[in-house]
């Protein structure tokens, strides 16, 4: 018996033995694959793949060798196939003789430092341009060039091939990403429900049951600020609807059209960014899941979410700022100005600017609909008690709910388990199909009107995902090329501090935001770049792993809170022009009575908020602080209204 096992052993080691020499000297081509962008001192996969024709993989099983000028690395062929890591540091040849076939694979590194090229380039056309498209399409194209040119093709070749690779690799590979197109579903059936819900007068419904509680300047100005808090699920939606349909109602409680485009430029983003359920939420959990993929952490992107609004200092206290003004009825700067005219010659319909039609079309109601709240009300409530639902359903575990642990922190371990794309999902599309629906039985709309209405509300989340699509593909190209490695080995170079991070975040995507007049493509710049070297900075500064996640969720805010800012002070800003458009006031005045508010609110959440909360005092202790200097600021500061009692008719 033993004999006649040593004997099959010995067959199958000469069939072995026999295929590998056949198979090697079967070899006809051998393709040495490095990374599409290979970088200096960056580790590199390197694979090999042998054929025996043109296009059949020759399935050697085998070991062998390859050199990398001259040095020996042994690899192990699986069915064809092998692959090994190298830090390259400067040029080198790859050499390796398999059979009776040699290739050969010359490797040229790109310098690091021309990684921070792309995201560089994006943010300096930005800047030039005022405009964000063009700018990422240039980051991309600047990186790709570099790519192919040290690929060894030529400054013609690099290109054209740069310019096709945008489209063929990194738009395709981000179009690819399961949760991306999750993203983008999601986006398109909010901007259909907001536009069913506004062209049935749901929308108008809610406005006019508030609005009768409009009867002097505090209690109209009070309503609007109101009204914005809870159209929050969309930015746009908030500017244009509040903005228009209140105008009328403060006009005649002489409210100056400058202050009621503060009111509404100054609730719409500081709140769709930090609600949960918004066309906001999609981008901003994208980009941090992209993250969390990249840096192979095991964290929910909804978990890091919720961690960040404890630091999302500057959007809540420009609300509470907004309110103290409103209470207090005090302003300062040119506000006062514009307020004290509007009270004692009333408002000035003559400056008005005129209304860009198209724009407001969209979210008008039909002429035959009756306003009635509960067509918003209800489709609002399907998405967002429906996205609570899908969390807790697609994240439970009897065993989390079980343990000894606090109903908090329970909710949060369930809620990180949870698939936060088929929630946002499944809950927007509740909310579309029931928006429709009650549109049909109350015969508000009818089925072609309400086609067309979810199709135009799919069309207004266009420029959303083509800046989403190129941010990705942006993400992309700068985690091949190791930006985040470069960013966190020159901050380690000038020793600073990660808990300094958060402040440098606010203000850089301040001033892009301020720059582009785009909260998303700020987004877009900053969480790709600042997100994986805030990690790799924290981990290097020796920093605990709960340590690391509290400064990575701050850094998160801040990207926020800082395009927020940005956002705010910009005249090319496309909320900013759409609340001097939905108020009918004059832009320039919008943005000159503005300004002095958002740069009041951005240095208070910095200094007391921001830099006190980085280096370990309490959130706890930091809001009372902050809310107590903006009320001193009001206070002392702005000058007091006189409390005119002016009704409606």
């Given at each position: 018996m033993k004999l006649y096992r040593r004997i099959i052993l010995v067959l199958l080691a000469a069939t072995l033995f026999a295929?590998?020499?056949?198979?090697?000297?079967?070899?006809?081509?051998?393709?040495?694959?490095?990374?599409?962008?290979?970088?200096?001192?960056?580790?590199?996969?390197?694979?090999?793949?042998?054929?025996?024709?043109?296009?059949?993989?020759?399935?050697?099983?085998?070991?062998?060798?390859?050199?990398?000028?001259?040095?020996?690395?042994?690899?192990?062929?699986?069915?064809?196939?092998?692959?090994?890591?190298?830090?390259?540091?400067?040029?080198?040849?790859?050499?390796?003789?398999?059979?009776?076939?040699?290739?050969?694979?010359?490797?040229?590194?790109?310098?690091?430092?021309?990684?921070?090229?792309?995201?560089?380039?994006?943010?300096?056309?930005?800047?030039?341009?005022?405009?964000?498209?063009?700018?990422?399409?240039?980051?991309?194209?600047?990186?790709?060039?570099?790519?192919?040119?040290?690929?060894?093709?030529?400054?013609?070749?690099?290109?054209?091939?740069?310019?096709?690779?945008?489209?063929?690799?990194?738009?395709?590979?981000?179009?690819?990403?399961?949760?991306?197109?999750?993203?983008?579903?999601?986006?398109?059936?909010?901007?259909?429900?907001?536009?069913?819900?506004?062209?049935?007068?749901?929308?108008?419904?809610?406005?006019?049951?508030?609005?009768?509680?409009?009867?002097?300047?505090?209690?109209?100005?009070?309503?609007?600020?109101?009204?914005?808090?809870?159209?929050?699920?969309?930015?746009?939606?908030?500017?244009?609807?509040?903005?228009?349909?209140?105008?009328?109602?403060?006009?005649?409680?002489?409210?100056?059209?400058?202050?009621?485009?503060?009111?509404?430029?100054?609730?719409?983003?500081?709140?769709?960014?930090?609600?949960?359920?918004?066309?906001?939420?999609?981008?901003?959990?994208?980009?941090?899941?992209?993250?969390?993929?990249?840096?192979?952490?095991?964290?929910?992107?909804?978990?890091?979410?919720f961690s960040s609004l404890k630091y999302s200092f500057y959007p809540v206290i420009t609300l509470i700022f907004v309110l103290m003004l409103i209470y207090m009825r005090r302003d300062f700067g040119p506000m006062y100005h514009t307020e004290f005219r509007a009270r004692s010659k009333g408002v000035n319909v003559a400056s008005q600017e005129k209304k860009i039609e198209h724009n407001l079309k969209d979210f008008e109601s039909s002429k035959k609909t009756k306003p009635r709240a509960f067509n918003a009300l209800i489709p609002v409530a399907v998405i967002v008690f429906g996205t609570i639902a899908g969390l807790i359903y697609t994240g439970w575990d009897a065993k989390i709910w079980n343990s000894d642990i606090g109903l908090l922190t329970k909710i949060s371990g369930i809620i990180g388990n949870s698939d936060s794309y088929k929630s946002l999902i499944w809950a927007s599309l509740g909310g579309l199909i029931i928006s429709i629906v009650l549109s049909l039985v109350q015969k508000l709309l009818n089925l072609k009107e309400a086609s067309e209405g979810m199709v135009a509300g799919f069309k207004s989340m266009l420029t959303a995902i083509l800046i989403l699509t190129l941010a990705w593909s942006l993400a992309g190209l700068v985690s091949d090329l190791h930006t985040a490695d470069f960013i966190t080995l020159s901050i380690q170079s000038t020793s600073l501090s990660p808990q300094f991070l958060p402040f440098i975040t606010f203000l850089v995507s301040g001033l892009i935001a301020f720059s582009t007049g785009s909260s998303w493509g700020t987004m877009a710049i900053m969480y790709p770049l600042i997100l994986p070297a805030t990690w790799l900075l924290c981990g290097d500064a020796g920093m605990s792993y709960d340590a690391s996640l509290g400064v990575f969720a701050h850094v998160v805010s801040t990207v926020i809170a800082g395009s927020v800012f940005g956002d705010h002070c910009s005249p090319i800003s496309d909320t900013t022009i759409l609340s001097s458009l939905a108020s009918s006031c004059n832009h320039i005045q919008h943005v000159k009575t503005q300004l002095p508010y958002a740069i009041t609110v951005a240095l208070v959440t910095l200094v007391a908020g921001t830099l006190p909360v980085a280096y370990g005092v309490s959130q706890f202790i930091v809001y009372p602080v902050m809310i107590a200097l903006i009320w001193l600021i009001i206070k002392f500061v702005g000058k007091k209204h006189e409390p005119l009692i002016t009704k409606l008719d």
């Open positions: 295929g590998n020499v056949f198979s090697l000297n079967s070899v006809r081509r051998v393709e040495i694959e490095p990374d599409f962008a290979i970088v200096e001192g960056m580790e590199t996969l390197i694979q090999i793949t042998t054929y025996d024709s043109i296009d059949n993989i020759a399935p050697i099983n085998c070991f062998s060798s390859v050199y990398v000028d001259g040095e020996k690395i042994d690899l192990y062929f699986t069915d064809g196939h092998a692959e090994f890591k190298y830090v390259f540091n400067e040029a080198k040849q790859i050499e390796l003789v398999c059979g009776n076939v040699k290739a050969t694979k010359d490797v040229n590194p790109i310098p690091l430092w021309f990684s921070i090229l792309p995201p560089l380039i994006a943010i300096l056309f930005a800047l030039l341009f005022k405009e964000v498209f063009s700018a990422l399409f240039l980051g991309l194209f600047s990186g790709t060039f570099i790519i192919y040119l040290y690929q060894g093709v030529g400054a013609f070749g690099a290109i054209f091939k740069g310019i096709f690779s945008i489209a063929d690799k990194y738009v395709i590979e981000a179009l690819s990403d399961n949760s991306h197109i999750s993203i983008i579903v999601f986006s398109m059936l909010i901007g259909g429900t907001v536009h069913i819900i506004t062209k049935n007068g749901g929308m108008q419904g809610v406005i006019n049951f508030l609005s009768k509680y409009a009867r002097s300047a505090r209690s109209g100005q009070f309503v609007t600020w109101l009204l914005g808090i809870m159209v929050f699920f969309d930015d746009y939606a908030n500017t244009l609807v509040v903005g228009n349909t209140m105008r009328p109602v403060t006009d005649r409680l002489k409210i100056s059209r400058e202050k009621l485009a503060y009111i509404v430029d100054s609730t719409a983003a500081p709140v769709a960014s930090i609600a949960f359920v918004t066309t906001w939420i999609g981008a901003e959990l994208s980009y941090i899941q992209s993250t969390l993929i990249d840096l192979q952490l095991d964290e929910s992107a909804y978990n890091i979410f």
